[in-house]
């Protein structure tokens, strides 16, 4: 038992520390993730898309640079949005303000992290 309060104590000195924070101090997260899928499926029929993304991948390489970028709030703000369309194909006119505020976000993540960030939101 003593072993266990004293691994509990290590653990919250350690969280204390951020240690248990991913990089960029916005943790990981699985329901962003899961709410990217579905967006990420369901655009794969939207005109100029790509029918062959691979979503799960695609969405947990944009949750790092999400979590890198400190772009957490602004992305929720657009999944909000996106989710919120009768038609997804629509989400570059019906988000703008949303979509402007994330791209923007990411962009300046980006312009420092290049090689992260080309395959998963193309060039900088």
Known sequence: MRHLLV??????ALCHLEACETSGGEA?????IARC????ENQKS??????????TTYCIDLDSIIVGGHCRVRYE?????????????????ECKTELDDYD???STYCSDHTEQCADVV???
């Open 7 to 12: 691994s509990l104590v290590a653990l919250l």
């Open 28 to 32: 990981a997260s699985e329901g962003d």
């Open 37 to 40: 899928r579905v967006l990420c």
């Open 46 to 55: 939207c005109p100029g898309a790509d029918a062959d993304k691979t979503c």
């Open 77 to 93: 703000l657009l999944l909000d949005c996106d989710e919120a369309l009768g038609d997804i194909c629509e989400a570059s006119t």
């Open 104 to 106: 923007t976000c990411i």
């Open 122 to 124: 193309g060039p900088f």
